[in-house]
């Protein structure tokens, strides 16, 4: 039996009173209350770390799964490119055929560009600040109890929006949730935690990955120019099984994704199954696991890969890479076929292309295809019994099969962008987010260059020859 103590019964300051709180600054937060400001509302982002940009900057992860095909996702991402911190699409070439993919971006630059928009829009963000729990009048939210340097507080608001990626606002309000996969066992992709190597030879990797078989899903540019932002390697399977066989350092992975940001060499490498991150000690145990993992790969690179002979390790990652964790059971809730086959939706705000990228909850190798563009229903952003809020990321109400795209970044900027205008067609017109009119939400997505339909998006993925 757990010991429990008994929190004394207090009074809390109301620190502000605002139209849309957004939790969360990662990669879909920033995006939500953006979209919101733009919108005349009233804003307040709540960010537990002192940066924007979550798994996307601090993560090291720095780029997405597929291409960015319209509206503020995009709008970003060409105002990285302006001052140098992203590079072009390329398509990458994958078993499947080719999937087009925005290039990685400088995750410092992004980190500004994040900061700037929100100031620019009006937003204003509280950094350092988490958030405790959420308050209801009845079925609805009216706010959130905050914590941070100056104690514990109240933010009131007319809508919340949850983009904590774990969905612990709509949790802790009493929306219905799956875990990972749901049924016994709770079946979850497993965490890991990026890392950048320096000092690598880019011109001798790239020469090197043209000529093996052991690099299946490559895109190489065809220039110098290009390596800065457009080298992408994923496999070394064969090499690194051997190199683990002569050592006898063991790793939890079969493969490894190499990818190149303003020069630097990221590296996506480590894998810790069945975590409960949940669990502050299994979190920790996690986190260690990863520091050991990315020494062997580090070493392994150095010994085996031509590029890498006089390369370190530059940056580790501060936060640890969660992939899934909890699924809010929504008005609708996107299915594998939904995902997988392109179904259609007429409440749909946002067509995606975010490639199929399935890292095996057991272990195996990762599964990357891309695949046609689909839809995804407003009705996933609506939790069941819980009103004046909205989840977005990768806490939106999809199975395990649909969330292997639904996770990724443009879907979740995607969901963030249509959650901030959502909640904020809910303030100016009185009505609940469950009650919002769709087609106006789809029209203002509209104007913004956002696709909402997957025949509307051409040329992200090709077939194979």
């Not at 720095?62 to 503020?72: D, E, F, I």
């Not at 979190?283 to 890498?308: K, M």
Request: proline share 5%; net charge negative.
């Amino acid at each position: 039996m757990t010991k429990t103590i008994t929190e004394p019964a207090r009074e809390l300051p109301v620190l502000l009173e605002t139209d849309v709180i957004v939790v969360g600054g990662g990669t879909t937060g920033p995006l939500a209350a953006i979209s919101a400001a733009r919108q005349g509302r009233r804003v307040v982002l709540i960010e537990r770390f002192g940066s924007l940009g979550g798994n996307l900057t601090l993560g090291l992860n720095t780029k997405p799964s597929g291409a960015l095909v319209g509206g503020l996702p995009l709008e970003l991402w060409n105002l990285a490119r302006q001052v140098g911190g992203a590079g072009d699409d390329y398509m990458a070439v994958v078993k499947t055929g080719g999937v087009k993919i925005a290039s990685p971006c400088d995750p410092e630059t992004m980190k500004i560009l994040l900061t700037r928009l929100c100031a620019d829009a009006g937003v204003q963000i509280l950094f350092e600040t988490v958030v405790s729990t959420p308050v209801k009048a009845g079925a609805a939210v009216t706010g959130v109890i905050v914590e941070n340097k100056a104690g514990r507080q109240f933010i009131g608001g007319q809508v919340v929006i949850d983009c904590s990626a774990d969905a612990d606002v709509a949790t802790r309000a009493g929306a219905p949730f799956v875990m990972g996969g749901g049924g016994e066992g709770q079946v979850m992709q497993p965490v890991s935690m990026y890392f950048t190597m320096d000092r690598v030879d880019l011109v001798r990797l790239a020469d090197w990955a043209r000529t093996t078989d052991d690099v299946p899903a490559r895109a190489i540019p065809d220039t110098v120019e290009g390596l800065a932002y457009g080298l992408w390697l994923t496999g070394f399977n064969r090499s690194l099984k051997q190199w683990q066989r002569d050592t006898g350092v063991e790793l939890q992975r079969d493969n490894i994704t190499l990818k190149t940001a303003d020069g630097r060499m990221y590296v996506n490498a480590t894998r810790v199954v069945g975590v409960d991150v949940f669990s502050p000690v299994a979190f920790t145990n996690a986190v260690l696991e990863c520091y050991r993992q990315i020494e062997g790969v580090a070493r392994y690179l150095r010994e085996r890969i031509p590029g890498f002979e006089n390369a370190r390790i530059e940056q580790i990652a501060p936060v640890l890479g969660v992939r899934e964790t909890r699924h809010v059971v929504g008005e609708y809730t996107l299915s594998g076929p939904d995902a997988l086959e392109g179904h259609h939706f007429e409440d749909s705000i946002a067509a995606d292309v975010s490639a199929l990228d399935i890292h095996d909850p057991k272990g195996a190798d990762v599964d990357f295809q891309g695949l046609r563009p689909y839809e995804i229903p407003y009705r996933c952003l609506v939790p069941k019994g819980v009103e004046q809020l909205l989840v977005a990321g990768r806490c939106i109400s999809a199975d395990h099969a649909a969330h292997a795209r639904s996770r990724n970044m443009p879907a979740c900027m995607a969901t963030g962008q249509a959650a901030g205008i959502a909640a904020a067609v809910a303030v100016e017109k009185g009505v609940t987010v469950r009650q919002v009119p769709v087609a106006e939400v789809q029209a203002r997505l509209r104007r913004l260059g956002m696709p909402l339909f997957g025949h509307e998006v051409k040329g992200a993925v090709t077939e194979p020859a």
